[in-house]
């Protein structure tokens, strides 16, 4: 089977950022969308990755992030923090971790980074964009973001694998 060309992974990159882009710019714009956006986004930076195109996945990133930053300002640093980069982290670890014990210790480490993003996230959102959580997640925030955002983000990043494993079946019948 010969290698794919260098304008495939560019043409498929670009098609990647587009949906990560425009998503995100629509989570910004409705606000009830915005996690959706966040996901969609990452999902779309999975794309790249079928193919094992890291470059052109970082690329992906770092565009949709910089095309959505004008119209979604500091609704976008979720994404920059952590869900953009998640898909790029997971990638790199199911690359070159092999062993058990450094798969629970990159589990522990990503479960660190996803609640210090949302604690930073959080911490945005609300000063600079205004945006309101219930009284009961502000009381008690550090309970609700350490407790039970370490118990999401383990159900996430399992999940977030599978998502992973079914982009690649899915990217794997393009001939390319």
Known sequence: MKK???????ALSAIACAFAA??????????????????????????????????????????AGLIALPLGGVRIVPYAVFFGLHPIVNYLQKKYVKKTPFKALCLLAKTVWFDFAMWLSFYLLTEFAGMTFPEIVTQYLYLVLFVGGSVFFVV????????????DSVIRRIRR
Do not use: H
């Open 156 to 167: 996430y990043d399992i999940m977030i694998f599978f998502c992973q494993r079914s982009a």
């Open 22 to 63: 425009g998503f995100l710019m629509l989570g910004t714009l409705t606000p009830f969308l915005l996690a959706t956006g966040y996901l969609v986004a990452a999902f779309a930076l999975m794309v790249p990755l079928s193919k094992n195109y890291l470059w052109g996945s970082l690329l992906c990133y770092l565009a």
């Open 4 to 10: 794919p060309s260098r304008t495939f992974e560019i």
